[in-house]
């Protein structure tokens, strides 16, 4: 792909809070919208042949979402700092607004022409087949709940490492 421009939008908000000295609370959001801005173009070429398979066939990305990272993200931690140097604690995170990397080949002009020619005559049927190959796939919703926890030790009181 040719001339691809993303704009990748958004805001992040973090806190963290110690209560009672062995206590950390921490908590996360971030937001954001990630977008194909340009119609690219696509070229291939055969491996160790000069000749172009196809050139400049424009690809209809624009205003996509970028695929491979969430779109929203949540997080809730607790730790806890126990005497004698050991800790333990959870985090809870939320992902959403997930979407796989549209193929730019699907989203061109000659991709869907043989479905277009169809749907003057099976109207219904063929516009639920053609939005299944021209929509963006959106991958489900997941939570994940990590638990942690490690001690420190000292030796002759000067190194400190942790397990």
């Known amino acids: 792909m040719k001339d691809v421009d993303q704009n990748h939008q958004g805001v992040e908000l973090g806190v963290e809070e110690t209560l009672f000295t062995s206590h950390v609370v921490q908590g996360a959001l971030g937001y954001g919208q990630f977008l194909y801005t340009s ?49 333990a604690g959870i985090n809870l995170n939320y992902f959403d607004e997930i979407y796989i990397e549209p193929n730019p080949d699907r989203r061109t002009s000659g991709s869907g ?6 749907l003057t005559v099976i109207i219904q049927v063929m516009k639920n087949r053609y939005k299944k190959i021209v929509d963006q796939e959106k991958l489900p919703t997941y939570f994940i709940v990590n638990l942690n926890g490690g001690k420190s030790f000292r030796i002759a009181k000067k190194i400190l490492f942790k397990i």
């Open 113 to 118: 022409s043989g479905y277009m020619i169809l």
């Open 39 to 87: 119609r690219p173009t696509l070229e291939a070429w055969q491996y160790n042949n000069p000749e172009a398979i196809f050139k400049d066939r424009t690809t209809y990305l624009k205003n996509y979402k970028v695929g491979g990272s969430p779109q929203l993200v949540a997080g809730f931690g607790y730790k806890y700092n126990g005497k004698k140097f050991w800790f």
